[in-house]
């Protein structure tokens, strides 16, 4: 399994603000997946993030509220743009195998 | 649209076997996967099974599955304390072999 290492691991942020979050892998991985899991709740994908080219976001997320950046095949940001309350979610990054899926340990993220 | 069902919450004594139960609704889901969030922690890949099986033993793990219902399980022998989590269920979607969607979690209380 792929050694997924996430940061921050929790922030507290204003209203308004943004946060960029890192997402660092052992080894090259062809998939890199973004998903928010909200208090109490599920997890939900945001997008997958595509080497090379624009990440591809899941219905009711769009790039300039979360834009993500790929830039080579161990490393992703997603970016919490103009936080309010209503993000105060875990983001959670992973990376997938053709049969497996493994996730960092979050970053847990808490807006005033 | 994609649906996966757990019970919220289940409680047991330590030395008890568990039973967590899921129902999804995607008869063209290829892999079916057991993760477990601990407090405060991301998730961890506990064991997985592809959908021509019905069952899957990996030591004090037992995945039932039967493709018919579309009903999941995964039972817990010897149910410890540490044991103690969010067990989730999730389906990954025939258009894309690492789109996965998860259930609502089920929260395992052991008492000792």
């Known amino acids: 399994s792929a050694v997924i290492s996430q940061k921050p691991s929790r922030d507290i942020c204003q209203r308004g603000t943004s946060l960029t979050i890192q997402c660092q892998v052992d080894?090259?991985?062809?998939?890199m997946f973004w998903y928010r899991q909200q208090p109490g709740q599920s997890l939900t994908l945001i997008a997958t993030?595509?080497?090379?080219?624009?990440?591809?976001?899941e219905s009711g997320f769009v790039i300039d509220k979360f834009p993500i950046s790929r830039p080579n095949l161990t490393f992703s940001t997603l970016t919490v743009s103009n936080m309010s309350p209503e993000d105060s979610s875990i983001y959670l990054c992973?990376?997938?195998?053709?049969?497996?899926?493994?996730f960092g340990s979050g970053t847990q993220l808490s807006v005033l | 649209g994609e649906d996966v069902e757990q019970s919220l919450f289940l409680s047991v004594r330590e030395g008890d076997s568990s039973v967590i139960n899921c129902t999804y609704t995607?008869?063209?889901?290829?892999?079916l996967y057991w993760y477990k969030q601990e407090p405060g922690a991301g998730l961890q890949l506990l064991t997985y099974i592809f959908s021509n099986m019905d069952m899957k033993q990996d030591q004090r793990l037992t995945v039932l599955l039967n493709k018919k219902d579309k009903h999941l399980s995964l039972r817990i022998a010897d149910t410890q304390t540490g044991d103690s989590a969010i067990y989730f269920c999730a389906e990954g979607m025939n258009t894309g072999f690492q789109k996965l969607v998860f259930g609502t979690g089920t929260r395992l209380l052991v008492s000792p």
């Open positions: 995607d008869s063209s889901s290829t892999y």
């Open positions: 992973s990376v997938g195998t053709r049969e497996k899926l493994f």
């Open positions: 993030a595509n080497q090379g080219s624009e990440a591809t976001y």
């Open positions: 080894s090259q991985v062809t998939m």
